[in-house]
């Protein structure tokens, strides 16, 4: 089997979202009764949107196919997972990422109807509740994200919550 390699980062600080923490406004939770979500129905969709909704908008993507074959193969063995929200039947937005140990890190998101992505991360959050997980690794600090309650820590913080989180007994049954 042909190995793919890929670039890891490792950004100081580091932007993580605790469940518990997730911010949602009276707007939010007005809009959050027009979707419905669903967890892993498509998860190759998943990431075919968020590259195509990033290329749409002229931005850069570092969603290859490689990254899609590689992450569509570690969903099939329950380590990667997607959040789905839907439109009257339609995907509208969603994120996908790996769950490790209590740890959901989060790679992409995107949204083709205004709030979409939130409700998946207001989904995600309740679920890793759910899972008796630790906290989602949004990566790179955002202002979006921040607003929904995620905050930044040092990569030192970071690295130690991580494999305090790998040795959680968070259940794995996604």
């Given at each position: 089997m042909k190995m793919t390699r890929f670039l890891w980062w490792s950004p100081n600080p580091r932007l993580i979202l605790f469940p518990d923490a997730i911010k949602i406004s009276k707007s939010l939770h007005k809009s959050m009764k027009h979707f419905e979500i669903r967890y892993d129905t498509d998860f190759e969709k998943v990431m075919r949107l968020c590259l195509e909704t990033r290329l749409h908008k002229g931005q850069k993507s570092w969603i290859s196919e490689a990254l899609i074959?590689?992450?569509?193969a570690l969903h099939v063995k329950g380590l990667a997972h997607s959040v789905e929200t839907f439109f009257e039947g339609?995907?509208?937005?969603?994120?996908?990422?790996?769950?490790l140990g209590g740890v959901f890190c989060g790679e992409s998101m995107f949204s083709i109807q205004r709030d979409a992505s939130k409700v998946a991360l207001v989904g995600l959050c309740e679920k890793i509740r759910l899972l008796g997980g630790e906290f989602i690794d949004c990566q790179l600090p955002t202002e979006h994200l921040k607003s929904l309650g995620a905050c930044e820590v040092s990569r030192e913080v970071f690295l130690k919550k991580l494999r305090e989180s790998l040795e959680h007994t968070a259940s794995q049954a996604w």
């Open positions: 074959a590689s992450f569509c339609k995907l509208v937005g969603g994120l996908y990422g790996l769950y």
